[in-house]
């Protein structure tokens, strides 16, 4: 009421609220757009609210897999055989959670063996949500900053490159991964050793920007991370050529990617901490503390 | 608050959906914005003080979320709701045909309206969304316009649980 009161009429109060809040969505589009950062506070507290629901909405998912797989199946058969059924179904959810720890304890091997090769600090994280939009692609983790998370870090699995750290909150973070086609990342070509950037175009598939077009590229040819972007170190698979067009003008070729890592089911990744330099500000800390 | 947290939360709720039940690599092309159809079903039913700042958040949420580094989602939710504010007490929506029709109409102009924003705000990568314009987001269209009369008959008989009033009426 007392709010109310400082405008002549409700009306009033209406219009200037309307007003202020598309004021207010155009500052927060103008201040993204010129820093390339939001209202750090407000975005940390947003990302933590609606990560618990995710993270509850894909354990409940997996649950209802593991019950679908293991039990559902046999709900069918005929009323003699019902103990039969019940052991049977008892011993094939028993099986099926097994061969699931069977198959989290390869990945989480696999990871592992792959985290011990990787001579940079790296942090593991689960993925607990993708991108709830039609037009980007990105994916929830559950570190944050608390985990030394920060905004630039490269993410990887086994089979190589995911993208990198685009938002981050206390506990839980967002990555865009390579396939955004926002995404750009310094690369070669494995074989010839020819340079290109790799650029996202969504549905799973990436570009090779800027190959000159005198350079020897063929279909089946890997591409890896050049080691020039300061967040990934030289080397990280990211894809396979699965296209060749040299056909047009100009000085570049084009080249279709498909990456090496299938972005749509991944489940653990894992975060380089230590490689990805500092941001802007704390340079500057830096620099003032040396003077 | 008794206006405001309901609507809140269950657009959480979906925000937390679309990002995981409806991100399944079968799903994922045809998957509806159940954001979207509640942000409509607020613009449609709600005043525009308490039904704007929830679709300032929800828009807010979806720009988190995603991979979009512009805060578009904020903007285009919020025009999206004032505008459906223009067709208040207009149309008649007890029809199931012209709640999709309705509802494939704006999930359009929201998806032109982002293109548009994409377009000005960094036009270099802007032939890539051309493709994903027919793959994507027309079968998006139309699945989420097929949802939102179910969806609408949900939110119709949740919402009045919390308060009198019924869609159409004044806020």
């Given amino acids: ?291 | 608050m008794k206006r405001i947290l309901p609507p809140l939360c269950l657009g959480i709720l979906f925000l937390a959906l679309q990002s995981t039940l409806l991100t399944f690599p079968f799903l994922h092309r045809i998957r509806p914005d159940l954001v979207l159809i509640l942000t409509l079903y607020l613009g449609l039913s709600y005043p525009p003080l308490s039904g704007g700042l929830i679709a300032f958040l929800l828009g807010y949420g979806m720009d988190l979320l995603s991979g979009n580094t512009f805060g578009l989602y904020t903007f285009s939710r919020l025009i999206l709701f004032y505008w459906a504010q223009l067709f208040k007490n207009r149309i008649y929506l007890e029809n199931f045909f012209l709640q999709s029709l309705l509802v494939f109409l704006f999930t359009l102009a929201d998806g032109l309206l982002v293109l548009f924003l994409l377009r000005t705000l960094n036009p270099e990568p802007w032939r890539h969304l051309i493709p994903p314009l027919f793959t994507s987001f027309l079968p998006h269209s139309l699945s989420t316009a097929l949802v939102s009369p179910f969806l609408f008959a949900l939110f119709h008989r949740v919402f009045f649980l919390f308060q009198d009033y019924r869609m159409g009426e004044k806020g």
Wanted: one cysteine or more.
């Fill in chain 1, 1 to 291: 009421m007392r709010i109310r009161n400082l405008f002549l009429s409700r009306k009033h109060t209406a219009i200037t609220v309307i007003i202020l809040l598309l004021l207010s969505a155009l500052i927060l589009m103008s201040l993204r757009v010129k820093q390339r950062k939001g209202v750090d506070f407000f975005d940390a507290l947003l990302i933590e609210i609606c990560s618990p629901f995710q993270k509850a909405t894909t354990s409940i998912l997996k649950e209802i897999k593991g019950f679908f797989r293991g039990y559902l199946f046999l709900v069918q058969l005929q009323k003699e055989n019902t103990m039969l059924r019940q052991k049977i179904a008892e011993l094939r959810k028993e099986n099926q959670q097994m061969k699931e720890m069977a198959l989290a304890s390869d990945r989480l091997q696999k990871l592992l063996q792959f985290r011990e090769k990787v001579s940079a600090r790296v942090v593991a994280a689960e993925v607990i949500g993708q991108d709830p939009t039609s037009w980007f692609k990105s994916l929830t983790l559950n570190r944050g900053e608390r985990d030394g998370v920060r905004k630039g870090m490269a993410v990887i699995s086994p089979e190589g490159v995911v993208g990198q750290i685009l938002k981050t909150g206390p506990f839980h973070s967002v990555v865009l991964l390579i396939t955004d086609y926002t995404s750009a990342l310094d690369s070669i070509v494995e074989r010839t050793r020819a340079k290109a950037i790799v650029e996202g175009m969504g549905e799973n598939r990436c570009n090779l920007k800027y190959l000159l077009r005198a350079e020897d590229v063929e279909v089946g040819d890997s591409v890896i991370t050049s080691g020039l972007a300061g967040n990934f170190p030289k080397g990280l698979m990211i894809g396979e050529v699965r296209k060749v067009d040299k056909r047009g003008h100009g000085i570049f070729q084009y080249a279709e990617l498909i990456p090496s890592v299938d972005l749509t089911r991944l489940e653990e990744v894992l975060i380089i901490i230590e490689s990805s330099p500092l941001p802007r500000e704390e340079k500057e800390k830096k620099v003032k503390r040396t003077k």
